[in-house]
């Protein structure tokens, strides 16, 4: 199986900073890497795919990166709406699996 | 848009059978992949397996003796049965849409959540 470790587990920041979330992979998945959005008491949604390809309605201060094992979701001025957990899934391996997730929280 | 809506028991007895329909709205389970996902207390995700357009499944090894996805497409309904359930599969189960030749998860259901407690 493909592990996927996410860092930090928390993060607390105010409002207006901006962040970097780290997914690495336990080998090297060119470019499989997808990340999604959990708000409280709501569903995942995606919000990057392909490492760093836009998904039609997802703010524009969310951006990805990375190839390899190393990743980063990276969020420009995290707005209030934006505390959340966020976890990635690779689908290089047909058996896909997720992060452990990061949890945004506020400051 | 598609929608997907998860049904079934909240509350399962250890041993028996876990089983939860997802009805579909907006697009025909004739096209794509469809999949079921868990959330486990502590925020544990684990994908479960798919059945595609086809009808085709792919599992997770880790479930493989356990788990069956079926489908009725008169009804554009998937199901899933999870066999011989212990306390361990306490979880959220989301339905979900995969897209990409079942690479990502592009839509979910909102979940249910499943006891295992005798």
């Known amino acids: 199986n493909i592990v996927l470790t996410q860092s930090p587990a928390t993060l607390s920041v105010t409002p207006g900073e901006s962040v970097s979330l780290s997914c690495r992979a336990s080998q090297s998945i060119s470019t499989s890497i997808h990340w999604y959005q959990q708000k409280s008491n709501e569903s995942p949604r995606l919000l990057i795919k392909y490492a760093s390809q836009s998904i039609s309605g997802i703010p524009s201060r969310f951006s990805g990166s990375g190839s390899g094992t190393d990743f980063t979701l990276s969020i420009n001025r995290v707005e209030s709406e934006d505390f959340s957990i966020y976890y990635c899934q690779q689908s290089y391996s047909s058996l896909y699996t997720f992060g452990a997730g990061t949890k945004l929280e506020l400051k | 848009e598609v929608q997907l809506q998860e049904s079934g028991p909240g509350l399962v007895k250890p041993s028996q059978s876990l089983s939860l329909t997802c009805s579909v709205t907006?697009?025909?389970?004739?096209?794509?992949?469809w999949g079921w996902i868990r959330k486990f207390p502590g925020n544990k995700m684990e994908w479960m397996g798919y059945i595609s357009y086809s009808g085709s499944t792919s599992y997770n090894p880790s479930l493989k003796s356990r788990i069956s996805i079926t489908r009725d497409t008169s009804k554009n309904q998937f199901f899933l049965q999870l066999n011989s359930v212990t306390t361990e599969d306490t979880a959220t189960y989301y339905c979900?849409?995969?897209?990409?030749?079942?690479?990502?998860?592009?839509?979910w259901g909102q979940g249910v959540m499943v006891t295992v407690s005798s």
């Open positions: 907006g697009y025909s389970i004739t096209s794509n992949y």
């Open positions: 979900a849409s995969q897209t990409y030749y079942g690479s990502i998860v592009g839509y």
